[in-house]
Each structure stands twice: as structure tokens, then as C-alpha cells.
């Protein structure tokens, strides 16, 4: 299974709203990252869990608040966004020997702020 | 100067053709090189994995490093219309958390 699994696919929120993404993954991987992509562009790295510490955080705004309850789930609690960060945001894991390398993604989550 | 550099394409193609996708870095200190294929509207699939120079082959899709020149390939033999999609370049460092560097992605329509 190299399979890594996000929920909802798609979200429309509003600006007072609060809502939280969710993602798992069974393949034993202990490193795992939350990115940002918006249109046309590479993904950008925002949050990394490892061994279910956050280790990285890219300078994220709080209203992203992330939370790695097991080794195997990975949540993006959402509060007070702004229309700008309307974008896919997608969840990876990798073996944690390898860091960032060869993550496996998941689908992502097409989010919209109204 | 960008760390890496991935022309955006569009590339269109026929059908059967040989693609080839090229990105060029400018840190030494990578040595761990991935492709990812990018459908609309999806996440990006690992494609390639490559550690250090020389070449992975995978079925249709050949990977290749170049440490000297600093230049890493995809290429994709008997290329589908399934292919079209965008083609991340990504690498990172040796040791510790390493965070993938993303080249722009190149979009590529094959069509029949």
C-alpha cells in the first residue's frame, strides 16, 4: 500500500469558519509534511512531522495550526483564512532516514475561502 | 539565480515520440533526484527516485544524473496521451531532513 489518503477532496469555507483537513497513511513512514500549491506552481513546503514532533514549520501563518495525533494521521486545523489561501494543499510521508526525500503524495484537498 | 531551473513548457508532442524533460541545478550538494508526474487537479506522483549519478530505467520512463554538469533527464520512450500531465523535477541534500527543491514543472500534451 503506497497509498497516502487526504480528506475532504474539496472544501469551500468562509473567512470565520473553522474546518480541519485530514490525511493517513499506513506505509510505516514516521516523516510527514503538509504543502501548499497554488496554480501552475511547485508545491510549497509549510509544516514536517517527524516521529510525530513537528520539527520544520516554513514560517506558516497560525491560522494553519497542524496536529499529528499517530504515527499514521497527519490534521491541518483551519481558522480565519483568507481568500489568498485558497489552493491545494497536500499531504506527503516519507521513510524518515530519507527526510523530504522520495515523499509519496496524497491527492490533496482543493480548498476555496470565500 | 533559482537553486533549480525547469523550463514550463508547454511541450506538444505526437504520439509514439521520445520525450525528453531536463532540469539544471545550481547546489552541489544535492544527491537525491526525483521525478514527479503531476495529472490536473491531482497530487504529484513519484515517478523516478535516483540517489547520486547515472541512469534508473522503468518500463517507458529512463532517469538520468549528471552531477558534473549539474543537469538531470527524464525521458519517456513510445510516449501516450495518458502521459500529459506536468513533470516535476525535485531534489535534496544527504543527511538529516532534507527539504525537496522543486523545479516549475514542465507541461506535456502527447497527442494522437
Not at chain 1, 57 to 86: G, I, K, M, T, Y
Not at chain 2, 5 to 28: H, K, R
Request: charged share 20%.
Amino acid at each position: 500500500d503506497t497509498e497516502v489518503t487526504q480528506t475532504p477532496k474539496h472544501l469551500v469555507m468562509g473567512m470565520t469558519n473553522k474546518k480541519s483537513l485530514k490525511c493517513e497513511q499506513h506505509m510505516g513512514h514516521r516523516a510527514m509534511y503538509w504543502y501548499k500549491q497554488k496554480a501552475k506552481k511547485p508545491p510549497e513546503l509549510m509544516f514536517v512531522y517527524s516521529y510525530e514532533k513537528l520539527s520544520i514549520n516554513e514560517s506558516v501563518p497560525s491560522r494553519f495550526s497542524p496536529e499529528c495525533p499517530n504515527s499514521s494521521l497527519l490534521n491541518l486545523h483551519l481558522h480565519a483564512l483568507q481568500p489568498e489561501d485558497s489552493a491545494l494543499y497536500l499531504c506527503a510521508s516519507s521513510q524518515e532516514s530519507l527526510g523530504g526525500i522520495a515523499a509519496f503524495f496524497g491527492q490533496g484537498t482543493r480548498l476555496t475561502v470565500v | 539565480q533559482k537553486e533549480v531551473e525547469q523550463d514550463p513548457g508547454p511541450l506538444s508532442v505526437p504520439e509514439g515520440a521520445i520525450v525528453s524533460l531536463n532540469c539544471t541545478y545550481s547546489n552541489s550538494a544535492f544527491q537525491y533526484f526525483m521525478w514527479y508526474r503531476q495529472y490536473s487537479r491531482k497530487g504529484p506522483e513519484l515517478l523516478m527516485y535516483t540517489y547520486s549519478s547515472g541512469n534508473k530505467e522503468d518500463g517507458r520512463f529512463t532517469a538520468q544524473v549528471d552531477k558534473s554538469s549539474k543537469y538531470i533527464s527524464l525521458f519517456i520512450r513510445d510516449s501516450q496521451p495518458s502521459d500529459s500531465a506536468t513533470y516535476l523535477c525535485a531534489m535534496g541534500g544527504s543527511g538529516g531532513y532534507n527539504k525537496l527543491i522543486f523545479g516549475a514543472g514542465t507541461r506535456l500534451a502527447v497527442h494522437p
